[in-house]
Protein backbone atom coordinates (compact mmCIF):
# COMPACT_ATOMS: atom_id res chain seq x y z
CA UNK A 1 0.00 0.00 0.00
CA UNK A 2 3.21 2.74 0.77
CA UNK A 3 4.55 1.66 -2.36
CA UNK A 4 1.57 2.18 -4.39
CA UNK A 5 0.78 6.03 -2.54
CA UNK A 6 4.75 6.48 -2.82
CA UNK A 7 4.61 5.19 -6.95
CA UNK A 8 1.27 7.96 -7.22
CA UNK A 9 2.78 10.92 -5.68
CA UNK A 10 5.99 10.24 -8.12
CA UNK A 11 3.84 10.78 -10.95
CA UNK A 12 1.74 13.76 -9.72
CA UNK A 13 5.38 15.65 -9.41
CA UNK A 14 6.60 14.27 -13.14
CA UNK A 15 3.52 15.31 -14.32
CA UNK A 16 3.87 18.93 -12.53
CA UNK A 17 7.15 19.27 -14.01
CA UNK A 18 6.08 18.73 -17.48
CA UNK A 19 3.42 20.88 -16.98
CA UNK A 20 5.93 23.71 -15.87
CA UNK A 21 8.34 22.72 -18.55
CA UNK A 22 5.83 22.75 -21.39
CA UNK A 23 4.25 25.91 -20.31
CA UNK A 24 7.26 28.23 -19.23
CA UNK A 25 6.25 31.72 -17.40
CA UNK A 26 2.84 30.08 -15.60
CA UNK A 27 5.41 29.58 -12.67
CA UNK A 28 7.43 32.74 -13.09
CA UNK A 29 5.20 35.05 -14.05
CA UNK A 30 6.73 39.02 -14.56
CA UNK A 31 5.51 42.04 -12.86
CA UNK A 32 4.32 45.05 -15.52
CA UNK A 33 7.56 46.72 -15.95
CA UNK A 34 9.73 44.09 -15.15
CA UNK A 35 13.59 42.79 -16.69
CA UNK A 36 14.61 39.47 -17.47
CA UNK A 37 17.39 39.23 -15.50
CA UNK A 38 16.40 42.36 -13.13
CA UNK A 39 18.20 41.85 -9.40
CA UNK A 40 17.80 43.57 -6.45
CA UNK A 41 21.60 43.39 -5.83
CA UNK A 42 23.50 46.73 -6.31
CA UNK A 43 24.99 46.68 -10.08
CA UNK A 44 28.91 48.12 -9.81
CA UNK A 45 29.13 51.84 -10.33
CA UNK A 46 31.15 53.51 -13.19
CA UNK A 47 34.71 53.77 -12.46
CA UNK A 48 34.97 57.77 -12.03
CA UNK A 49 38.95 57.92 -12.94
CA UNK A 50 40.32 55.42 -15.39
CA UNK A 51 42.96 55.03 -17.60
CA UNK A 52 42.00 52.57 -20.80
CA UNK A 53 43.02 51.78 -24.46
CA UNK A 54 46.97 51.57 -23.67
CA UNK A 55 49.01 51.13 -26.52
CA UNK A 56 52.80 50.54 -26.34
CA UNK A 57 55.62 51.50 -28.21
CA UNK A 58 58.21 49.44 -29.07
CA UNK A 59 55.84 46.35 -28.67
CA UNK A 60 56.41 44.39 -25.50
CA UNK A 61 58.12 41.85 -25.36
CA UNK A 62 61.42 43.55 -26.31
CA UNK A 63 65.39 43.93 -25.75
CA UNK A 64 66.40 47.99 -25.53
CA UNK A 65 69.19 50.00 -25.14
CA UNK A 66 69.53 51.82 -22.25
CA UNK A 67 68.30 55.42 -23.02
CA UNK A 68 65.94 54.00 -25.37
CA UNK A 69 62.07 55.52 -24.73
CA UNK A 70 59.17 53.08 -24.08
CA UNK A 71 56.16 55.20 -25.50
CA UNK A 72 53.01 55.06 -24.75
CA UNK A 73 49.56 56.57 -25.48
CA UNK A 74 46.11 55.84 -23.55
CA UNK A 75 42.56 57.36 -22.85
CA UNK A 76 41.36 58.56 -19.98
CA UNK A 77 37.59 59.71 -18.13
CA UNK A 78 38.09 61.18 -14.84
CA UNK A 79 35.22 63.39 -13.34
CA UNK A 80 37.64 65.93 -11.18
CA UNK A 81 36.60 69.19 -11.76
CA UNK A 82 39.99 70.57 -11.24
CA UNK A 83 41.96 68.09 -13.30
CA UNK A 84 43.81 65.40 -13.38
CA UNK A 85 47.91 64.50 -13.73
CA UNK A 86 48.18 60.94 -15.13
CA UNK A 87 51.56 59.25 -15.33
CA UNK A 88 52.92 55.44 -16.21
CA UNK A 89 55.86 54.36 -14.21
CA UNK A 90 58.26 51.03 -15.06
CA UNK A 91 58.42 48.52 -11.95
CA UNK A 92 60.12 45.36 -11.76
CA UNK A 93 58.62 43.07 -9.64
CA UNK A 94 56.90 44.96 -6.30
CA UNK A 95 58.97 47.98 -6.57
CA UNK A 96 59.82 50.35 -9.11
CA UNK A 97 62.59 50.22 -11.25
CA UNK A 98 65.58 51.37 -10.00
CA UNK A 99 68.00 53.96 -12.54
CA UNK A 100 64.00 55.04 -14.50
CA UNK A 101 63.45 58.49 -16.34
CA UNK A 102 60.08 59.61 -17.30
CA UNK A 103 57.79 62.35 -18.39
CA UNK A 104 56.06 64.65 -16.34
CA UNK A 105 52.27 65.34 -16.41
CA UNK A 106 50.51 67.99 -17.95
CA UNK A 107 46.75 68.72 -16.35
CA UNK A 108 44.25 66.47 -18.46
CA UNK A 109 40.66 68.23 -18.02
CA UNK A 110 37.37 66.59 -16.64
CA UNK A 111 36.24 64.17 -19.09
CA UNK A 112 37.57 61.77 -21.46
CA UNK A 113 40.64 62.85 -23.22
CA UNK A 114 43.71 60.99 -24.44
CA UNK A 115 47.04 61.37 -23.10
CA UNK A 116 51.00 59.84 -23.63
CA UNK A 117 54.15 59.76 -21.74
CA UNK A 118 57.25 57.50 -21.92
CA UNK A 119 59.92 55.95 -19.20
CA UNK A 120 63.39 54.71 -20.37
CA UNK A 121 65.97 52.61 -18.07
CA UNK A 122 69.53 55.08 -18.05
CA UNK A 123 71.67 51.94 -16.43
CA UNK A 124 71.49 48.47 -15.20
CA UNK A 125 70.56 45.21 -16.24
CA UNK A 126 66.91 44.87 -15.92
CA UNK A 127 63.53 44.04 -16.72
CA UNK A 128 60.60 45.96 -16.30
CA UNK A 129 57.71 43.32 -15.81
CA UNK A 130 54.59 45.50 -15.44
CA UNK A 131 53.82 49.72 -16.06
CA UNK A 132 52.06 51.21 -13.19
CA UNK A 133 49.43 53.68 -14.34
CA UNK A 134 48.30 56.34 -11.73
CA UNK A 135 45.69 59.46 -12.04
CA UNK A 136 46.16 62.09 -8.93
CA UNK A 137 44.31 65.31 -8.38
CA UNK A 138 45.87 68.06 -10.12
CA UNK A 139 47.83 69.12 -7.17
CA UNK A 140 49.04 65.91 -6.55
CA UNK A 141 47.61 65.50 -3.15
CA UNK A 142 45.21 62.80 -3.86
CA UNK A 143 45.38 59.53 -5.55
CA UNK A 144 42.27 59.00 -7.87
CA UNK A 145 43.47 55.94 -9.26
CA UNK A 146 46.29 52.97 -10.00
CA UNK A 147 46.07 50.03 -12.12
CA UNK A 148 49.38 47.81 -13.52
CA UNK A 149 49.69 46.36 -17.04
CA UNK A 150 52.37 43.43 -17.51
CA UNK A 151 55.35 43.84 -19.95
CA UNK A 152 58.52 42.32 -20.19
CA UNK A 153 60.98 44.61 -21.46
CA UNK A 154 64.66 44.01 -21.19
CA UNK A 155 66.89 46.82 -20.36
CA UNK A 156 70.75 46.24 -21.59
Known sequence: MLTHKLFGTLVAVLALLLLFQASPG???????????????E??????????TNI???PSTPNILEF???V?????????????VRIWGRPYTGDILTPHYAAHGSPIYLTGTG??????????????VNRIRFEIWDAD???????GFIPVNYQFK
Open 42 to 51: PQPAPLNHIV
Open 55 to 57: SLT
Open 114 to 127: TGSGYFTITSGKVT
Open 71 to 83: EFTFDYRTTEPTG
Open 26 to 40: ISAEMQLGEVIGQTD
Open 67 to 69: NQH
Open 140 to 146: QTVRLFR
